[in-house]
């Protein structure tokens, strides 16, 4: 889903607060206008002008009332994946006359799940790490983060009320390494796995392959054009962590008439070198799984298939000719873990 400059300005990061990846908008102030959990939704938000509720005009996003008292409104939120927070989005998206003229940031790392209780309490230390900031109404307002430490709640203030479309908060996340001889998905996105490149995704993002849960739709996966040249379309990524895989899924779901025909998978164990480098002709790739047939819409596993290459770092997915893929599951073995 397009988040406009953001996508450029914090390109390789993943947003440590999406709804999609398991963010989730736990408190709020007061959502008098429009409920904390749009905050967290795809998209940047839309407007439809007559539309309205018992309460006022209809916004998506989060829009507290016009505060009457001293004070100022906040919102807590529960990150997806515990992480090192590098950039905020504060958007106010579709918000003119109605937006918070600044805001701030807090966060925490709580080690256990919390009752939400315990966050309208003085238990919770929380650590500023955007101070009171001028917003720009209408706006993506950008922030970078320098902080080293690991979070896992973020709090969203706004002086003194107003209307937030969206909030993204931007980061790494932490790598959760399984016990000796315990298989994970290397690849997924809340292991720490990112989608490098790709040649082509011009129906569904390449970043939609290692989401969390299964593809919602077709729009949810990856997808490229109708060949018309001859060649195959391909993409790498980058695995959270080094390991040997041992079983892959290639998830066609949803896509019914338009999967590609086969695929092969390929890697390679360059831990050091830059991720834009992964292209060049001279990186050695080796072959994990050989040409093999695709069923659309299912869940396509290989185990024995697979060959023995050792530990990898990064993994390129061949489909031939051409089609969509929803998610792509690299089950193995942590390499500092057995």
């Not at 990150?79 to 701030?104: E, Y």
């Amino acid at each position: 889903m397009d988040q406009g400059i953001a996508a450029t300005a914090f390109a390789g990061l993943i947003d440590l607060a999406s709804e999609k990846n398991g963010g989730k908008a736990l408190l709020a102030s007061d959502e008098f206008f429009a409920p904390k959990e749009n905050l967290l939704k795809e998209g940047r938000g839309i407007f439809i002008p007559s539309k309205f509720t018992e309460n006022g005009k209809w916004m998506d996003g989060w829009e507290s009332r016009r505060k009457r008292v001293p004070g100022f409104d906040w919102c807590i939120i529960r990150l997806a994946i515990k992480g090192l927070i590098k950039g905020i989005d504060i958007d106010t998206n579709h918000f003119l006359g109605n937006h918070p003229p600044f805001a701030s940031v807090e966060v925490c790392n709580i080690g256990e799940e919390a009752d939400t209780e315990k966050f309208l309490s003085d238990k919770i230390k929380w650590t500023e790490i955007l101070f009171s900031s001028p917003l720009n109404p209408g706006a993506q307002n950008l922030f970078a983060v320098n902080n080293s430490n690991t979070w896992s709640h973020v709090k969203l203030n706004i002086f003194p009320d107003g209307g937030v479309a969206r909030f993204r908060v931007y980061g790494e996340a932490q790598k959760q390494l399984s016990k000796a001889n315990e298989m994970v998905d290397l690849a997924a996105l809340l292991n720490g796995g990112r989608v490098l490149v790709c040649n082509d995704m011009f129906f569904g993002s390449k970043d939609n392959l290692i989401s969390p849960a299964r593809s919602k739709n077709m729009g949810d996966g990856w997808e490229t054009k109708r060949k018309r040249i001859p060649g195959f379309d391909w993409v790498i990524l980058k695995l959270g962590t080094s390991g040997e895989i041992r079983r892959v899924m290639v998830d066609t779901n949803f896509f019914k008439g338009n999967f590609p025909d086969s695929c092969s998978i390929e890697v390679c164990h360059k831990s050091n070198v830059p991720d834009n480098s992964l292209t060049d002709p001279d990186i050695e790739w080796k072959e994990l799984l050989p040409k093999v047939k695709l069923k659309g819409d299912y869940e396509n596993v290989f185990e024995n298939e697979l060959k023995k290459t050792g530990p990898a770092s990064h993994v390129r997915l061949n489909i031939f000719p051409d089609g969509g893929v929803s998610r792509l599951r690299l089950f193995g073995i942590p390499s500092d873990c057995g």
